[in-house]
């Protein structure tokens, strides 16, 4: 029985090992060049971008009731 649970052992040990091998690996990001508002280049990983792509964007309303705007304290 022991001689079982040492290749059970082993064989979870090696499915274990592939995913530490894939988190090794030296996989270079696909990085975008972008520029900021003060016009300086800057690079940024293209997943970064893809997941700020993917968020709501604001309504005019929103962005209106969040603002300090003079008209909005008259009214």
């Given at each position: 029985m022991g001689n079982t649970k040492?290749?059970?052992d082993k064989s979870r040990?090696?499915?274990f090992s592939l995913f530490v091998?894939?988190?090794k690996k030296n996989v270079k990001p696909e990085m975008v060049k972008m520029l900021t508002a003060d016009?300086?280049?800057v690079?940024?990983?293209k997943a970064v971008l893809?997941?700020?792509a993917k968020?709501?964007?604001?309504t005019n309303k929103e962005i209106f009731d969040w603002m300090k705007n003079p008209s909005k304290e008259n009214s």
């Open positions: 040492n290749t059970a040990r090696w499915f091998a894939a988190d016009g300086k280049l690079e940024i990983d893809d997941e700020a968020k709501q964007k604001s």
